[in-house]
C-alpha cells in the first residue's frame, strides 16, 4: 500500500451525527488537523457543534462532498443504511465510509458490500468508552473489514481512539460492540441489583461499591456507574437506555442468528426492552438501576 492514499491531515472528513458521542469525536478529529465538516439532521446539534468551535455543514451533500472519509455516528444500522442511499451519489470516488455507530452486524455486512461493489471502500469501526472516552480520544474501536482499507482508514481512527482492534471481516466490528454492551448491561444490572439488595440489609451502598470494587464482583459498572450515576441519583451518564437496549437486542439477535443457545442474553434483552417500555426513550442508561430494583 503507497502510504499517499492513508487518509492523514489535512484531508477532509465528514461527520454524519453530531449527538453525544458524534460531537466530541469530530472534535478529536480536528485537533488533530483533519478538516472537519459535520452534519446532524437535528438544528440545535449543528449549532451546538458550530458553538463549540465546529465546522457544520447545512447539507448531508455539503458535508460529503469531496470527503477522504465518511463517518456516520447515527443511532442504528437502519438509519445509517437510509442515510448513506441518500447522500451516496455525493461521495467521491474510492472514498472510506466508516460506520462508527453500534450497528446490527448482518446489515452491516450486506450494506458494506453494496458500497465495496460501487466502488467505495467501507469499514465498520462502533467504539467504546462512553463520551468522557470520546473527548479525551481515548475510545476502544473494533474494526471490521478489509485490511488495506483499514490501513487507510487506520491515521483517523488513531486521532479517536487508544486501542483499535481489528476484529475481521465486515460486521465483525459491531457484533463484537454488541456482545461487549451485552456483557456491560448484565454487569450493571448484576451490580445495581446486588447495592438494592445490600442496602435493605442495612449495608452502606457506597461501602458496598467500595468492596466489590476491591474484590472480584468488581466491574466497569461498579468502577465508573454505581457511585457516579446512580447512587447520586444523577442519571446523566450521556447514553441513553434506548441505545442499550437495542445493544443487547442485537446481540441476542446475533445469538440465534447464528443458532448458538444463549438464555441470560434472552433474559437481559427482555429486561431491558421491558425497562424502555418503562422509563421511556429519554432515559439514561443507569436509569436500569432505578427500574430493576422497583417492584412491579
Ligand atoms: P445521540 O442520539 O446522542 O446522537 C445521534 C445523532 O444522530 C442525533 O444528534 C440525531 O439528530 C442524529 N441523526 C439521526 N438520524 C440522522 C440522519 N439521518 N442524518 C444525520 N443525523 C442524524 O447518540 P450517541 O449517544 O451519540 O450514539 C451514536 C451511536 O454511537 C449509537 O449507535 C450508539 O449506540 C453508539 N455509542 C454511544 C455511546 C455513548 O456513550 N453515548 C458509546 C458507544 C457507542
Request: proline residues 0%.
Given at each position: 500500500m503507497s502510504k499517499s492514499m492513508t487518509i492523514v491531515p489535512p484531508a477532509k472528513v465528514a461527520v454524519i451525527g453530531l449527538g453525544n458521542m458524534g460531537q466530541p469525536m469530530a472534535a478529536c478529529l480536528s485537533r488533530a488537523g483533519y478538516q472537519v465538516a459535520g452534519f446532524d439532521l437535528s438544528a440545535d446539534a449543528r449549532r451546538k457543534f458550530t458553538a463549540a468551535g465546529g465546522a457544520a455543514a447545512s447539507t448531508a451533500e455539503e458535508a460529503v462532498s469531496g470527503a477522504a472519509a465518511v463517518i456516520t455516528l447515527l443511532p442504528d444500522g437502519k438509519?445509517?443504511?437510509?442515510?448513506?442511499?441518500?447522500?451516496?451519489?455525493?461521495f467521491s470516488p474510492g472514498t472510506i465510509i466508516i460506520d462508527m455507530s453500534s450497528s446490527a452486524p448482518i446489515g452491516t455486512k450486506s450494506l458494506g458490500e453494496e458500497l465495496v461493489g460501487a466502488g467505495f471502500g467501507f469499514i465498520d469501526a462502533p467504539v467504546s468508552g462512553g463520551v468522557k472516552r470520546?473527548?479525551?480520544?481515548?475510545?476502544?474501536?473494533?474494526?471490521?473489514g478489509d485490511t488495506k482499507t483499514i490501513d487507510r482508514a487506520e491515521p483517523v481512527l488513531?486521532?479517536?481512539?487508544?486501542?483499535?482492534f481489528r476484529t475481521g471481516p465486515l460486521g465483525s466490528g459491531h457484533a463484537a460492540k454488541a456482545l461487549n454492551n451485552y456483557v456491560s448491561a448484565a454487569g450493571l444490572a448484576a451490580a445495581a441489583e446486588a447495592v438494592a439488595i445490600a442496602e435493605r440489609f442495612g449495608i452502606d451502598p457506597n461501602i458496598l461499591v467500595d468492596v466489590l470494587n476491591a474484590s472480584t464482583?468488581?466491574?466497569?459498572?461498579?468502577?465508573?456507574?454505581?457511585k457516579q450515576f446512580i447512587i447520586s441519583g444523577k442519571f446523566n451518564s450521556g447514553f441513553s437506555l434506548a441505545l442499550m437496549a437495542k445493544d443487547i437486542r442485537t446481540a441476542d439477535d446475533l445469538a440465534h442468528q447464528l443458532d448458538v443457545p444463549a438464555p441470560l442474553a434472552d433474559e437481559v434483552a427482555a429486561q431491558w426492552d421491558d425497562a424502555l417500555k418503562v422509563l421511556?426513550?429519554?432515559a439514561d442508561h443507569t436509569e436500569i438501576g432505578r427500574y430493576s430494583t422497583t417492584k412491579r
Open positions: 438509519i445509517v443504511r437510509a442515510a448513506i442511499e441518500s447522500m451516496k451519489q455525493h470520546a473527548i479525551d480520544g481515548t475510545l476502544a474501536i473494533m474494526t471490521g488513531q486521532a479517536m481512539g487508544k486501542s483499535v464482583g468488581r466491574n466497569n459498572s461498579t468502577e465508573n456507574k454505581l421511556g426513550s429519554s
